[in-house]
């Protein structure tokens, strides 16, 4: 084949979105379109995309998490694997309607829902959705993730509403699903309920007071929310409390201003903290979770206490409140009340504390504790068929495996998020999912004049109305991973299920994880997935957030299209570790673009200088010179390191290795030496080029999709299997010689920083005169590298040993000792010595430390130790060597 010429620089914009095209155009993203890869078989391996809200357009979240799973989805399909990667959006239902309200108000619309009514209102929103999701659908392409888009899915499509209603009906004729009264979370702005886990605390400075309800009243509370006191119906204290321990039963009638005289049972409750205010704690069961709690243990000892509400719908006080303050917003009603407290004497002390507040994450308002009639899953009561709660499944899936088979195990990583997960499910309430939006799945449910109906359309007759409010969005977002496959149908693709991968954020660890597997292990009896890795949050250089309001918010797009994706890939994957934040700026998608411009730089020289295309020919492993040696064993090891990463989700330091390899193993040293020996090298580097493009593809597709057409056109990429260590164990398992081209290297790099040290001029030749000892025959043989590789050596003579050169710079490689003759400053040649001596002796000192440590020595591979032990040694000669001179 006839050499050829690549452009001097990669320009992303001349490449990306036509390979993109490619990549679509051959089928490959869709896995039955998958070609057999010879000695592998095939199986199916699945990634559902956490559909990203149709609220705007993607951030940089959104980036990481499309880089992360199209390495996995690219690494399984090189590997053989029947890869499903499956994109969505996910209408996200508060968060949509929350964000369209807003821009209808700031256009002139004061309050959408009533000005526009149901159907309008929705119009509008679903106006928006189809719009962001077709901005978000070519962010994701853009991005180069290789999903399946023939099987594109969305929360609220019609299949998906289908799979939504079913799971509904199914757990509602299970009795999970009921209509209670319970208290919930209430947002007064967005006039909706909201889970426990859609809250934000918000630390904001509040008063702590101290008072009694009357003057005979023997026990004193404290509270920051004075003016919910007003509906008490009882004092708790912890049973084993000796101050209060007679009051236990009694039951005291106190006039506060309520609408009737407030009746106050003093109750036991072992939760209550005795040193905390003054142990004794106000019950307001209709405006707390915790003390709706304590009213629901008092009803099941059948010692009732009285549930009064006092706040309404509007975040007014209500009618129970008293006359004084019924219709007065909440902090009105509490500064009306204290100054009355304060009147009567009953205030003991005002304290300024700083106090986490639960807000709406949408509509960012403080919540409200109210008692309503809404739509709830118990996840407490025993499944008919299972004899387990929906809580045991959840647990039983990331402990013992779903009924008890360590097959339908969920492996969480980082492992200590699972602890974190079993607590969560330890405090888990009933999940209200009943939600007063317009945007969403409507609960399948009609009325009629008392009869209710759950199915999946409306039931004949007339009179028949349906329930007006929607769904927890979580609720259809739990059903992702089977949903998404064509569930409930009979032939939905249960070979794609248990997914193999899922990745998310820990912020929404109980949000959508949690979710998914409480749905699937009900509805399927099996795990959603596998394996979760669980990624940290992206944060500014500073450590902050990104958000629009901080004013750091950086457009992935913008970054793409200065630096280009592969890029920004690798600067968001790079340095990355499970769990943890990770801090993203631009200088780090600049050093990502300068190893994306070295491997192409690389590339086009070997593609350029030598007669490359693909082949199945093997290396002939006659005549391989050291170099050659080394890289080929230098390129098994990579081969296994990231394929070993990879499995692990070390995609970090896969990276690194990949890094390392390219830019010094192969740029700086193996290519470098292959200027001055030609034998072997056009097969060698046939195979070292291909083979690294194959392991760099998962991390930079464009650029190495570029760079492989130019070598051979008619195959992509994409398809291609990846490379085996064995093809390089085969070569170089015949010798010992796989490290000789480390000594050399070694005695390059003493030479080039003793001239450096000494401030030799670049360009000055010197001779080099190096006492070899038993590797005399070894440097001999390598002289020309010695000599040619930056060293400004032109003259080298290799003894066995000899006597010690004045008027020379000297350097030792372990036992070998080296003179550079004709560039000596003898003042500076002995300080530089005398430096080399204590620092040698610093890492020597270090070193007997390390491996004085028997944790070390009995916990490390023996591999390692064996090698901490070589260093010892090497660094005793060479310090040896430097005091005898």
């Known amino acids: 084949m006839s050499k050829k010429e690549l452009p001097k620089t990669y320009n992303p914009a001349d490449y990306e979105d036509a390979i993109y095209a490619k990549w679509e155009k051959s089928g490959f993203f869709n896995p039955d379109n998958l070609p057999a890869q010879a000695g592998l078989k095939g199986d199916p391996y699945s990634i559902m995309m956490p559909p990203p809200n149709v609220t705007g357009v993607l951030h940089l979240g959104h980036a990481l998490e499309n880089s992360l799973m199209d390495i996995m989805a690219r690494y399984q399909r090189m590997n053989g694997k ?55 659908l070519k962010q994701i392409k853009k991005m180069g993730t290789s999903c399946d888009w023939s099987r594109l899915a969305y929360t609220f499509d019609e299949k998906r509403c289908r799979a939504v209603n079913e799971v509904f009906i199914k757990m509602y004729n ?87 005289p407030l009746e106050i049972k003093i109750i036991a409750d072992e939760a209550v903290d005795e040193t905390f ?28 206490i009285a549930l009064i509400s006092v706040i309404d719908q509007n975040g007014k006080m209500a009618e129970a409140a008293g006359k004084a303050y019924a219709g007065l917003p909440v902090l009105e009603a509490r500064e009306k009340f204290v100054k009355w407290l304060k009147k009567e004497k009953l205030l003991e002390k005002e304290e300024d504390i700083m106090q986490n507040v ?43 495996g779903h009924n008890g088979d360590k097959e339908q195990k969920v492996k969480i990583t980082p492992e200590r998020f699972e602890k974190v997960y079993l607590n969560w499910i330890d405090n888990l309430r009933d999940w209200c999912i009943s939600r007063q939006i317009w945007w969403g799945h409507r609960i399948p449910v009609w009325y009629k004049e008392g009869e209710i109906f759950v199915g999946l359309e ?112 690798l600067s968001l994957i790079g340095g990355i570790a499970p769990g943890n934040d990770s801090k993203f700026y631009e200088e780090k998608v600049e050093g990502a673009r300068n190893m994306v411009n070295k491997l192409w730089n690389i590339s086009r020289y070997i593609i350029t200088n030598y007669e490359l295309g693909i082949t199945n020919e093997k290396i002939n492993g006659d005549n391989l010179s050291v170099a050659d040696l080394w890289v080929l ?62 392991l760099w593809h998962p991390f930079v597709p464009f650029i190495t999709e570029a760079i492989w057409g ?83 050596i032109s003259e080298l003579e290799v003894l066995e040993k000899g006597e010690k050169l004045s008027d020379a710079i000297y350097v030792a490689v372990g036992d070998i000792e080296i003179y550079l003759l004709g560039a000596v400053d003898a003042e500076k040649e002995k300080l530089r010595i005398e430096k080399e001596i204590a620092n040698l002796e610093k890492i020597i000192a270090s070193a007997k430390v390390r491996l004085a440590n028997k944790e070390f020595t009995d916990k490390a591979p023996a591999e390692i130790v064996k090698k901490e032990k070589e260093k010892l040694k090497n660094w005793q000669a060479e310090l040896k060597s430097l005091k005898s001179k």
């Open 174 to 260: 299970d009795g999970l699903i009921y209509r209670g009264n319970r208290v919930v979370n209430w947002s007064v702005k967005g006039q909706s309920t909201c889970s426990d886990d859609e809250l934000v605390h918000v630390e904001r400075p509040a008063k702590f007071y101290t008072f009694k309800y009357s003057k005979d009243f023997p026990i004193a509370v404290a509270t920051t929310r004075p003016e919910t006191k007003l509906g008490d119906t009882a004092v708790a204290v912890n049973p084993n409390d000796k101050r209060y321990k007679k009051y236990i039963g009694q039951i005291f009638t106190v006039d506060v201003g309520a609408a009737k």
């Open 458 to 569: 409306k039931p004949e007759g007339e009179g028949w109305i349906q329930d007006e409010d929607t769904l927890d969005t979580w609720f259809s977002s739990g059903l992702w991973t089977f949903s998404t496959l064509g569930w409930p149908e009979k032939n939905w693709e249960q070979n794609f299920h248990p997914t193999s991968w899922m990745q998310m954020g820990y912020e929404i660890l109980f949000f959508w994880m949690a979710r998914m597997i409480l749905m699937s292990t009900y509805a399927l009896d099996q795990i959603p997935f596998r394996d979760v890795y669980i990624h940290g949050m992206l944060r500014s250089e500073s450590g902050k957030k990104f958000s629009k309001s901080s004013g750091n918010n950086i457009d992935p797009i913008e970054v793409i299209s200065k630096f280009g994706t592969d890029a920004l890939r």
């Open 633 to 694: 064993k230098k390129m098994q090891d990579l081969i296994i390191d990231v394929k070993f990463n990879l499995d692990n989700y070390e995609f970090s330091q896969a990276i690194e290795k990949l890094k390392e390899f390219t830019r010094d193993i192969l740029a700086d040293w193996y290519v470098e030496a292959s200027k001055f020996e030609k034998d072997n090298k056009n097969q060698i580097l046939i195979h070292i080029l291909c083979d690294l493009l194959k």
């Open 710 to 792: 130019e070598i051979k056109k008619s195959n992509l990429l994409i398809i291609e299997k990846l490379p085996e260590a064995n093809y390089y164990t085969e070569i170089v398992k015949s010798t010992n010689k796989t490290y000789y081209f480390d000594l050399i290297k070694n005695i390059i790099i003493a030479i080039r920083n003793a001239r450096a040290e000494n401030n030799v001029e670049p360009a000055k030749k010197i001779k080099a005169v190096i006492y070899a000892g038993n590797q005399k025959e070894l440097i001999e043989s390598q002289a020309h590298l010695i000599k040619n590789l930056r060293t400004g």
């Open 277 to 304: 205010g003054t142990g004794a704690v106000g019950v307001t069961p209709a405006h707390s979770m915790v003390d709706f709690e304590m009213y629901e243990k008092q009803k099941a000892k059948n010692d009732p």
């Open 358 to 400: 639960g807000t709406s994450d949408r509509f960012s308002d403080a919540i409200e504790v109210l008692p309503m009639t809404q739509w709830f899953i118990d996840v407490n009561k025993k499944i008919p068929s299972k004899n387990k709660s929906l809580k045991d499944l959840m647990r039983e899936a990331v402990t013992i």
């Open 82 to 136: 029947k890869v499903l990667l499956l994109p969505g959006t996910d209408h996200a239902a508060v968060a949509t309607q929350a964000k369209v309200e807003k821009i209808l108000v700031e256009q002139g619309i004061k309050n959408p829902r009533q000005e526009l009514g149901r159907e309008k209102l929705l119009e509008k929103i679903r106006e928006y959705a189809e719009e962001s999701k077709s901005t978000i």
